[in-house]
């Protein structure tokens, strides 16, 4: 059990400890002895774990996939109404948020965005894309957009607009903050929006 914990440790510190190098370096200068020092392991213990870079890569956005699950589920669970309009409200926010504290998540838009970055390792930026899409679609049904909105090219704009915020954060924390994302919000909901009744630019 002892061992198993340890191991359990040694995982979770080489993926922050990945994330962290991937994220400021990129994944090709990213250098697999620098994140093992900075886990505080060996190298062979790196190697047990992650045979590859790319595996370790892999991992990472993997974590990161979930850490985007996991909170578009608290979004959900939180959220009292306003049905999906609002609901991809608050997780703009909410992920606006985690790009600022969450080393793992925002490794993972970066390693999806990396030229780098081995095929068939990205995913969170698909899923992202595929989750803002079906919302919208859930928006449209349900009667909450505006007649005649281009649902399409909404999903485009919101996901263009979300992965940019990501990347011009990098450099200017104010691009990944709750203001930003409110006014970007009460610019876009009056447009798309067939009725503002409960809904808010602020989130719930």
């Known amino acids: 059990m002892v061992k198993q914990e340890r191991a359990v440790r040694t995982r979770k510190a080489l993926l922050t400890a990945a994330a962290d190098g991937f994220s400021?370096?990129?994944?090709g200068p990213a250098s697999l002895l620098d994140i093992s020092r900075n886990a505080g392991v060996t190298s062979g213990a790196l190697h047990f774990h992650f045979p590859t870079k790319a595996a370790l890569a892999s991992a990472v956005m993997t974590a990161a996939a979930r850490r985007l699950h996991e909170m578009v589920e608290r979004c959900e669970m939180r959220m009292r109404s306003g049905g999906a309009l609002?609901?991809?409200v608050d997780v703009g926010h909410e992920l606006?948020?985690?790009?600022?504290?969450?080393?793992?998540?925002?490794?993972?838009?970066?390693l999806?965005?990396?030229p780098g970055c081995?095929?068939?390792v990205g995913g969170v930026r698909h899923l992202l894309w595929g989750w803002i899409s079906a919302?919208?679609?859930?928006?449209?049904?349900?009667g909450e957009l505006r007649q005649g909105v281009p649902v399409d090219q909404v999903a485009r704009a919101v996901f263009?607009?979300?992965?940019?915020?990501?990347?011009?954060?990098?450099q200017d924390p104010t691009w990944v903050s709750r203001r930003m994302q409110t006014r970007f919000w009460s610019l876009v909901l009056p447009q798309?929006?067939?009725g503002r009744r409960g809904l808010s630019a602020a989130g719930s």
């Open 24 to 27: 400021r370096a990129g994944y």
């Open 160 to 170: 263009a607009s979300t992965v940019g915020f990501q990347m011009l954060g990098r």
């Open 112 to 114: 999806d965005g990396d």
């Open 118 to 120: 081995p095929k068939g």
């Open 135 to 142: 919302t919208l679609e859930k928006a449209d049904k349900a």
């Open 86 to 88: 609002q609901l991809l």
């Open 96 to 110: 606006a948020l985690a790009m600022r504290e969450d080393t793992v998540l925002r490794a993972g838009f970066d």
């Open 192 to 194: 798309i929006a067939a």
